[in-house]
Every structure is written in structure tokens, then in C-alpha cells.
């Protein structure tokens, strides 16, 4: 019998893939059945490791964020970016508890500062005025989220760096920048690739910490 944890974490990649393709061949019925099951696969994935409240906190507020964004309303867009935030708030607790501390890491902070710095003045001017304040303050969140990753460990920091990505991607979008050939499919590649290192990434650092004589990285249990 196999593994719950192997079985939810198989259903999320087909529930992925379904979406992806969903995604790359228009078909929107798919993409609108297989969206909403990427968060919850995820966080059962999470439950049967012995995750965190916290953990399956942030990833409802992802869900939350998912099925908003589903909408095509400005109303429902800021709501969904409100979700993501609280998401991110409950990812830099959760990194703040368990992360790595007294760790520097000036050429990380540097990236993400110039990154941030170079980006935000030029998108200000192609945004909707009533989004350009919402997006700036959660942008810098969403890169607080990033840098903090790295704290949990190179997997968890590779995960906040594609969700940078991955929003960088929706806010050129708004603006209305050239995109790469479908974009959304981008945007989602990149965004569940991120919530699935960051869980991966809490959990190994979490296991690890049970087990101190357990050199950190190495997993203690399969996916």
C-alpha cells in the first residue's frame, strides 16, 4: 500500500499537470477544475508529514488567493492579493520560528533589494492607478517572504525565489509589458513550483530540528 504522503503528493502533480495543459491548450473548463486542487492537495500532502498549523494556514490563504484570481474583477484581484499576503505573513513567522538564525546573507539581501528597487519605479507608471499603492506594499512583503526563505534552507529559498517570479510575472502582465507565449501558463509553473518547495523546504528544516543529530537538509522521510 502505498504512502499517504506519496499518494497526495502524486495527486498534486497530476492535478498540476492537468492544469498546465489545461492552460496550454485553452481549455478553460480544466484549468477552472484543476486550479482550486492545488492548494488543498498540498496541504493534505503537508497534514499526513506532520506539518504546522501554520503551514496549512498559509496555504488556505494561497487557495484563497487561487479561486480569487479565477475572477476577472479588480474587486476580486486586490482580495486575492490580500489572501497571498496573509499568506506571506504566515511564511515569515513560520521562518522567524524555525529558520536558521545569526545566518548572514548580504549578497541575497542585495539581489532582492536591487531587484525590487530596479522593478517597482517602472512598473508604477503602467499600473492602474488604484492598484500602484496595493502592489508596491505587496511587493515588498512578498520579497521580505523571499529572503526569509533561504533561512529554511536552499530548497525553501529557491521556492521563495520563484514565487517572486511568478508575481513579478502577474504585475508586468497588468501593465501591460511584453509577455512570454502564454503567460499564465508561466505564472502557474512558477507559482506551484514555488508553494511546493516552501512546503517541502518547512518540512525538511521541521524534521531536522525533531532530529538534531540529523545533518540539515537531508530528509527524513520521502515525499
Known amino acids: 500500500m502505498r504512502r499517504p504522503s506519496v499518494v497526495f503528493a ?11 495543459v489545461s492552460l ?4 478553460d473548463l480544466g484549468h477552472t477544475v484543476c486550479k482550486p486542487l ?14 504546522p498549523r501554520l503551514l496549512l494556514v498559509a496555504l488556505f490563504f494561497g487557495w484563497c488567493g487561487d479561486v480569487l484570481l479565477m475572477f476577472d474583477a479588480d474587486a476580486a484581484f486586490l482580495a486575492g492579493m490580500g489572501g497571498f499576503a496573509l499568506g506571506h505573513v504566515c511564511y515569515l513567522v513560520l521562518f522567524a520560528r524555525h529558520g536558521r538564525r545569526g545566518e548572514r546573507a548580504d549578497f541575497l539581501l ?25 502592489v508596491v506594499a ?15 534552507g536552499a530548497v525553501a529559498g529557491v521556492g521563495g525565489a520563484l514565487f517572486l517570479l511568478s508575481d513579478t510575472l502577474i504585475a508586468t502582465g497588468i501593465a501591460d509589458w511584453p509577455q512570454l507565449p502564454r503567460p499564465d501558463f508561466w505564472i502557474m509553473l512558477t507559482y506551484a513550483a514555488a508553494q511546493a518547495l516552501l512546503v517541502r523546504g518547512v518540512l525538511t528544516r ?18
Not at 10 to 20: E, N, Q, R
Open 10 to 20: 502524486t495527486a498534486f502533480g497530476v492535478a498540476l499537470a492537468g492544469d498546465l
Open 24 to 27: 496550454l491548450a485553452g481549455w
Open 38 to 51: 492545488l492548494m488543498p492537495l498540498l496541504a493534505a500532502y503537508a497534514v499526513v508529514r506532520g506539518a
Open 110 to 134: 542585495a539581489t532582492y533589494s536591487v531587484v525590487l528597487v530596479a522593478t517597482l519605479p517602472m512598473l508604477w507608471p503602467d499600473l492602474p492607478s488604484e492598484l500602484r499603492i496595493p
Open 138 to 152: 505587496y511587493s515588498l512583503l512578498l520579497t521580505a517572504m523571499a529572503f526569509r526563505a533561504a533561512r529554511m
Open 206 to 223: 521541521i524534521d531536522a530540528q525533531k532530529a538534531p543529530g540529523t545533518a540539515y537538509g537531508e530528509s527524513r522521510a520521502a515525499v
